[in-house]
C-alpha cells in the first residue's frame, strides 16, 4: 500500500538557524506533495506545496525540494523562528486530488 | 478571514451509541474532507466529498461511517454505532477546487471524540 514516512521524529534546532524536516515517500506514482504544519490542539495548516513535474518551489522563508529519482521530499524553513514550533506533515496525492496520505509527522523545537 | 468551523469541540459518547460531528466549511468551496488523528498518530484520510456525493473514501470509512451536506453549509460526520477505537481527533478540511491553488485544503480545529 502507500506509505509516506519521516526520517526525524523530533528536531531541535537554535532560532535562526535553517530547518530541514525530511519525508520520504513510497509510491511514485504520487503527483502531487504538500507540507502542512500543526501546532498544538489545532488542525493542521497548509504551508507549501508542489507537483511532481517541479523539483523545487519558494514561498515565504519556506523552500519545499522534490527528488523523485530517490522519492524524498524536504521542507527548509529559513532563519527559523520560536512561531515554527510545531509539528511538520508531509502528505502525498495520488492519481486525483480528492485523497491524500500523511506522513506520521516530525516535531519542530526552537530554542530561542 | 473565512475559516472552517467544527462543532462540538469535544463529545463524549457511550459505545454503540450514534454521533454526529458538524463542521461548517469555507461558502464558497466545493470540496469537503473529514480526517481522523488518533492521539500520538498520523492524521488519516477518511473521506472526500464533491458535488453531493463522496468522490474517495478510505479503508477506515466503513459502513459505520456515513457523510451528508444537508443544508448547503454544514457537512457531518455520522458514526452509527461507536467503538472505542473510534476516539480520535476528527478534522473537517474544504478546499476551493479549481487549479493547483484551488487544493489548499483548510483544516477545521477539529472535534475531539471519546468513547467510553
Known amino acids: 500500500g502507500e506509505s509516506v514516512g519521516l526520517h526525524l521524529p523530533t528536531l531541535s534546532v537554535q532560532e535562526g538557524d535553517n530547518s530541514i524536516i525530511n519525508c520520504a515517500y513510497s509510491?511514485?506514482?504520487?503527483?502531487?506533495f504538500i507540507w502542512y504544519k500543526q501546532e498544538s490542539g489545532k488542525g493542521p495548516q497548509f504551508i507549501i506545496d508542489?507537483?511532481?513535474?517541479?523539483d523545487k518551489r519558494q514561498g515565504q522563508r519556506v523552500t519545499v525540494l522534490l527528488n523523485k529519482t530517490v522519492k524524498h521530499l524536504s521542507l527548509q524553513i529559513a532563519a527559523t523562528q520560536p512561531g515554527d514550533s510545531a509539528v511538520y506533515f508531509c502528505?502525498?496525492?495520488?492519481?486525483?486530488?480528492?485523497?491524500?496520505?500523511f506522513g506520521s509527522g516530525t516535531k519542530l523545537n526552537v530554542k530561542p | 478571514e473565512p475559516e472552517v468551523t467544527q462543532t462540538p469541540s469535544h463529545q463524549v459518547t457511550q459505545m454503540g451509541q450514534e454521533v454526529i460531528l458538524r463542521c461548517v466549511p469555507i461558502?464558497?468551496?466545493?470540496?469537503f474532507y473529514w480526517y481522523r488523528q488518533i492521539l500520538g498518530q498520523k492524521v488519516e484520510f477518511l473521506v472526500s466529498?464533491?458535488?453531493?456525493?463522496?468522490?474517495?473514501k478510505s479503508e477506515i470509512f466503513d459502513d459505520q461511517f456515513s457523510v451528508e451536506r444537508p443544508d448547503g453549509s454544514n457537512f457531518t460526520l455520522k458514526i452509527r454505532s461507536t467503538k472505542l477505537e473510534d476516539s480520535a481527533m476528527y478534522f473537517c478540511?474544504?478546499?476551493?477546487?479549481?487549479?493547483?491553488?484551488?487544493?489548499?485544503?483548510?483544516f477545521g480545529p477539529g472535534t475531539r471524540l471519546t468513547v467510553l
Open positions: 478540511a474544504s478546499s476551493p477546487g479549481g487549479d493547483l491553488r484551488g487544493n489548499e485544503q483548510f
Open positions: 509510491n511514485s506514482a504520487s503527483d502531487y
Open positions: 508542489i507537483r511532481s513535474n517541479m
Open positions: 502528505a502525498e496525492n495520488l492519481y486525483n486530488f480528492n485523497k491524500f496520505y
Open positions: 461558502s464558497n468551496h466545493l470540496y
Open positions: 466529498f464533491y458535488n453531493n456525493e463522496i468522490s474517495e
